[in-house]
């Protein structure tokens, strides 16, 4: 009995720590302000003026020779939503762990501009980003528009991650401009409107997936577990026709691994067509 009676004491006390944690949860809002990590400090915004939009504060950083010696730099441009071109899905698995990736989207213009779009979890400064602390409410969620040559460079050229760059395949092509405008859209909201990310609900693959489904709607589960494990999200996507290939993920791999030649061309204005001479 007093075996019984210590047992429904520890339950006790297990549930009534998990109600105090849901509860803080629960009241833990996502801000705005905060001291940001450089890359994460300046966020973007778009306005919207008909067929053009003109997007903010385009982080165009410099690195080098490492991470921590960067060269803060932004622009403003206009861009026509008429004029999208193409647009390009992008993995960088981490080869630490060959389990998880970080994916974002770029999109090409016809006057040869490529505008990219990231999806991370805003840091402030001397915070590591952690998988675990991304499960409960540690970190906001924040959209960045990015020269190609920031994002990339920094993951191929520094990082000497493994980055693909795969063309995606659209069933309409005004869906390239849906997609462009929806996550815009998105990037201001949580300007105005903050969320937290989530390593399962809100991490950035499951974000681009969100957006792909007020496409196609119920296109891609959001219990797939490649959206969590995200080092095989380009094979979630070529499976549900995402992306512009007939090749298996092995070939597709290969054909689109840009690693080598971002490093063989280095940074130079001609960065973004080079790196796609497959």
Known sequence: MRIFKYLKK?????????LVFLVWQGFKKPTTSGDWQEQLNLIS????????VTVKNVRNFRYGPT??????????KIYNLNEIK??????????ENKI???????FEFNNGDFLAITIEARKIKDQQFSIYKGMIRTYPLVYIAADERDVILLRANLRKDNVYIYPVKFSK???AKALFVDMLNKMNELTIKPSWYNTFW?????????????LSPGRISNFSWQLWLTASADQLALKHGLLDTD???????EKYFVTTKSQEVGDIPEYSKLIRNY
């Open 67 to 76: 991470e921590a010696d960067m060269q803060p730099g932004y622009y403003t």
């Open 86 to 95: 193409k647009v390009w899905y992008i993995t960088e698995p981490f080869n």
């Open 45 to 52: 915004t778009a306005e919207f003026n008909g067929d053009t």
């Open 247 to 253: 090749l298996s993920i092995e070939q597709a791999r």
């Open 10 to 18: 520890i339950v006790l006390v297990f549930l009534v720590v998990i």
């Open 202 to 214: 809100a991490n950035c693959t499951s974000s681009i997936v969100q957006h792909i489904n007020k």
């Open 100 to 106: 998880a990736a970080h994916t974002f989207v770029s």
């Open 173 to 175: 092509p005004e869906n």
